[in-house]
C-alpha cells in the first residue's frame, strides 16, 4: 500500500540540504531516537529528584534602559531566556514567562525559580530571537505579551514563523535559513547559523520547522547564540567559527543532557560545551539551559559540578565560562581583538572565581519523544 503523503503546516519550500520537502533534518547527523528508546527512558527510573521550589541567589535584576559603546552586559532570565544588552539595542534570547514549558497549564516541567527579570521591569525590547520551536524555547504566551507591550522584531528559523502568526497576528516576524543574514541597523547584523537539534510542537508535525543558532555582529563584538545542539564532533562550532569568529561572547547550553544514549543527539554536555567554546573561539562562555525546568535526569547540581571538572581539565578559567542563574548580570570583558580582527588569545589557565553550586532526538517519523 503506498505510504500517504504528510503535509507540512508550516513551511513549503524548495529541497536543500537540510529539507527534503516535508521534514528538515541535521546533513550527516545522528540517526534521531525511535518511539521504543523513548520509551526505554520514561520507564528505565533514572530521573534524580529536583526540589519544588529553589530560589536564585541573586535577586530580580531591573536593568538599564540601553547599554552603549563598547559595553556587553548579559542578564539571566532563566533557563535559554537571556538579556542582551549590546549596541544599544535590547535583545531577548527564547523568552519565557510562563510557569510551564508545556502544550498544558496542569502538566508539564515547571519552573523551580522565578524568573531573574520581573516582566515589568524590562527595558523596550528590540529584538528577539526564538532558535526553535519546543515549549522551553518558543513560549506563545511570553511573545504574545512582548508583541503587545514592546512590538520586536522576532526572527525565528523557516517554519516558525507561520506559529507565531497563527496565535499573535501582529507580531514583526522575520523567517530565516541557515546562511541568511539579517540587518538590524546600520552595523548591526544577525546570521542564522546551523545546530543538530530537531523540532516538534505535537505528535505529528516533528522536523516540520527548521532549528538553528544565531551570530549577533554588533561593534562591540560578536556574540555566537544556541538554545539546544547535540555536539555533533564539533562540526558546526568549527563551521561557525570559520564564518564569523572569534567571539567576544558565546552564550551555549550545558545541562539537560541525560541519559547520553538517548539526549547526545539533541543536548551537548558540560564537557562538550567548555570543547564548543574552544573550538568557536569564544573569549568568554555565558552558560544556560540549566536549573529551572527539569527536563532530563541529572540531578539539579550536577551541571555545574561537570562544567568546572571540564574547565579544570582544559586549563581553562572558570571566569570566562559563566553558569548563569536567574537575576544574575554577567558585565562581558572588552578584549580589543575583536574590533581589530587581529587573533584570538590563546585559551589560558588560572584560578578564577569558581562557579558557584547553587544551595533528543526524538524520532524521525512514529517516535513521541518526550521534549515539551
Known amino acids: 500500500m503506498a505510504r500517504r503523503k504528510v503535509n507540512n503546516p508550516y513551511y513549503e519550500g524548495p529541497v536543500s540540504d537540510h529539507f527534503d520537502g516535508t521534514h528538515f533534518f541535521n546533513p550527516g547527523g545522528v540517526k534521531p531516537a525511535g518511539f521504543r528508546d523513548l520509551m526505554r527512558w520514561q520507564f528505565g527510573g533514572g530521573r534524580s529528584a529536583w526540589p519544588r521550589h529553589r530560589a536564585s541567589p541573586f ?6 534602559g540601553r547599554i552603549d559603546g563598547s559595553d556587553l552586559r548579559v542578564t539571566m532570565v532563566g533557563h535559554a531566556t537571556l538579556l542582551i544588552q549590546v549596541a544599544g539595542l535590547n535583545i531577548l534570547t527564547d523568552p519565557v514567562w510562563s510557569e510551564r514549558v508545556s502544550p498544558f497549564s496542569f502538566a508539564g516541567p515547571k519552573r523551580i525559580n522565578a524568573p531573574g527579570i520581573d516582566f515589568a521591569d524590562l527595558p523596550d525590547i528590540d529584538l528577539v530571537l526564538v532558535t526553535h520551536n519546543h515549549y522551553d524555547h518558543m513560549d506563545l504566551a511570553t511573545l504574545g505579551r512582548l508583541s503587545a507591550e514592546h512590538a520586536p ?3 525565528t528559523p523557516l517554519g516558525n514563523d507561520r506559529i507565531i502568526r497563527r496565535a499573535i497576528p501582529a507580531a514583526d516576524v522575520t523567517a530565516t535559513d541557515w546562511g541568511n543574514t539579517t540587518e538590524i541597523s546600520q552595523d548591526v547584523f544577525v546570521h542564522t547559523e546551523p545546530c543538530h ?7 505529528r508535525d516533528r522536523r516540520m520547522a527548521l532549528w538553528a543558532a544565531f551570530v549577533i555582529s554588533t561593534p562591540a563584538g560578536k556574540i ?6 547535540g555536539f555533533h564532533e564539533g562540526h558546526n562550532y568549527r563551521a561557525v567559527s570559520a564564518r564569523h569568529g572569534p567571539f567576544r561572547l558565546a552564550n551555549l547550553p550545558f545541562g539537560a543532557y541525560e541519559p547520553r544514549w538517548f539526549m547526545s543527539g539533541q543536548h551537548q554536555n558540560p564537557a562538550e560545551a567548555v570543547e564548543g567554546m574552544r573550538l568557536c573561539g569564544a573569549d568568554h562562555v555565558a552558560g544556560h539551559h540549566w536549573g529551572t525546568f527539569q527536563l532530563t535526569d541529572e540531578a539539579i547540581d550536577e551541571p555545574v559540578a561537570a562544567l568546572n571538572e571540564a574547565l579544570e581539565t582544559a586549563e581553562i ?3 570566562r565560562f559563566r553558569p548563569l542563574q536567574p537575576g544574575e548580570v554577567f558585565d562581558v570583558p572588552d578584549v580589543q581583538w575583536y574590533s581589530t580582527g587581529s ?16 544551595a533528543h532526538e526524538g524520532s524521525e517519523e512514529d517516535g513521541a519523544a518526550a521534549h515539551w
Do not use: L
Not at 537539534?197 to 505528535?203: D, E, K, P, V
Open 59 to 64: 535577586v530580580a535584576a531591573r536593568p538599564e
Open 153 to 155: 522584531m522576532i526572527i
Open 197 to 203: 537539534h530537531w523540532s516538534a510542537r505535537g505528535t
Open 224 to 229: 555566537y547564540h544556541i538554545g539546544d545542539t
Open 317 to 319: 578559567d572558570r571566569a
Open 343 to 358: 587573533q584570538a588569545p590563546a585559551m589560558h589557565s588560572g584560578e578564577g572565581p569558581p562557579a558557584e553550586t547553587p
